[in-house]
Structure formats: C-alpha cells, structure tokens
C-alpha cells in the first residue's frame, strides 16, 4: 500500500502564484516503485481532469490550458512531485489531487495500482 500526501493550495488572487507539493509513502515492508506522478483536479459540477503528469524519464503532458504557466518537477529519490503554478486564474479554482501510478511487489506476484491523495483545495479569486 502507497499514501499520498498533499500539501499547499489555498486561496490567491488572480495571477498569483501557488506551489503543491505530493509526497508518496509505502506501509512498512512495501516494495514499489513510482512510474507515473502528477496532478489532476476537479472544479465544482464537473469532472475530474488531467493537469499534468510526468514519467520516470522526465517526460510531462500538461494540459493546454496550463501550459506555460504551470510547471510540474520530481524528486524520485524522495518520491516527491511538484506542481508550480503560476499567473493563476479563476477557472483553475478546484481540488487538485496527486496522483501516482505505482509498480508493486507482493504475494509473488508484481501489479500496477493507480494511487490518489486526498485533494487540496486552491482558490483563485477575481
């Protein structure tokens, strides 16, 4: 089993800045490996949406909204994922979730299990 733990987000004015930051975590004795780690995000009425993700080799797909303001960055040595965001606007208001494709070694076997944090809430004001 892997945790997620988010921390940042908060309320900013438009065209402020907010930094997220995930840390993954394994229960004691887990074996596993992250492959996948970015961020989604959720809006009031709609449905959960792709942010930005990047691979164990440093290749990210923001989503065109984003691009050129947010910024996403690993640690994979403390299976940490960050997410800059800069030049904020209203409609990126919602809860942005960490999430974590995850490589796992138990009961002989390997599996591939998606992971989610809990969500952070951000709120950009007009």
């Known amino acids: 089993q892997v945790q997620l733990v988010e921390s940042g987000g908060g309320l900013v004015q438009a065209g402020g800045s907010l930094r997220l930051s995930c840390v993954a975590s394994g229960t004691s004795g887990s074996d596993f490996s992250i492959n996948v780690m970015g961020w989604y995000r959720q809006a009031p009425g709609k449905q959960r949406e792709l942010v930005v993700t990047m691979t164990t080799s440093g290749r990210s797909n923001p989503v065109d909204s984003v691009k050129g303001r947010f910024t996403i960055s690993r640690d994979y040595g403390n299976n940490t994922v960050t997410l800059q965001m800069n030049t904020l606007k209203p409609e990126d208001t919602a809860v942005y979730y960490c999430?974590?494709?995850?490589?796992?070694?138990?009961?002989?076997?390997?599996?591939?299990?998606?992971?989610w944090g809990q969500g952070t809430q951000v709120t950009v004001s007009a």
């Open positions: 999430y974590a494709s995850v490589g796992e070694y138990y009961n002989g076997n390997h599996y591939l299990n998606d992971y």
